[in-house]
């Protein structure tokens, strides 16, 4: 008896950041992390992703930012490391991000594109979900190999197409005030 085909997946869109640099820091205090995010907020440093889990020996945060400004951001969190006695941070470059954007009620969004993600040999360096988007931070040379597993399993909408080795989002330099 034949197998019966699975059901595609519908997601509303999925989009690409390449040329991040990932900045993890292991076992710093809430308040080291605070101090880093206001250090790279005062350098203009912008973080596209930072996913944090506190614990018993202090927070675990991942932060991605632009791999131009990563020499910088380093040593502000270098310095912050050595002042206070905590971890040095680790930087894996270069990555991408990965976003993908749900249909209403999709819950199983993160459970299935893991699998994808496990099924092609992909194990990724962060993810963060919400209810609006997940978020998958790889290296950026698995791009096209997690394109082409989360595209086995997800459709996108009519007319929209995958996000293609050339093409990037790219956030406004310009500041509001505020």
């Given at each position: ?110 459970a299935e594109a893991l699998a994808c993600l496990a099924g092609a ?58």
């Amino acid at each position: 008896m034949p197998v019966p085909a699975m059901t595609r997946l519908r997601i509303t869109g999925w989009k690409h950041r390449r040329g991040l640099s990932l900045l993890a820091l292991k076992d710093w205090p809430w308040a080291g992390v605070n101090a880093l995010a206001g250090a790279l907020a005062q350098a203009h440093i912008n973080l596209p992703f930072l996913l944090m889990q506190g614990g018993k020996g202090g927070v675990w945060a991942r932060l991605c930012l632009d791999r131009q400004k990563s020499p910088q951001a380093q040593a502000l969190a270098e310095e912050l490391a050595q002042a206070n006695g905590w971890h040095s941070p680790v930087v894996n470059e270069p990555v991408i991000a990965l976003t993908f954007y749900p249909l209403a009620g999709g819950i199983t969004l993160p459970a299935e594109a893991l699998a994808c993600l496990a099924g092609a040999g992909l194990s990724p360096l962060a993810l963060g979900t919400s209810l609006a988007a997940m978020t998958v931070i790889l290296p950026q040379d698995k791009l096209s190999a997690a394109v082409r597993a989360l595209g086995e399993r997800f459709d996108l909408p009519p007319g929209a197409s995958p996000p293609e080795e050339r093409v990037s989002v790219v956030q406004s330099p310009v500041q509001r005030k505020g």
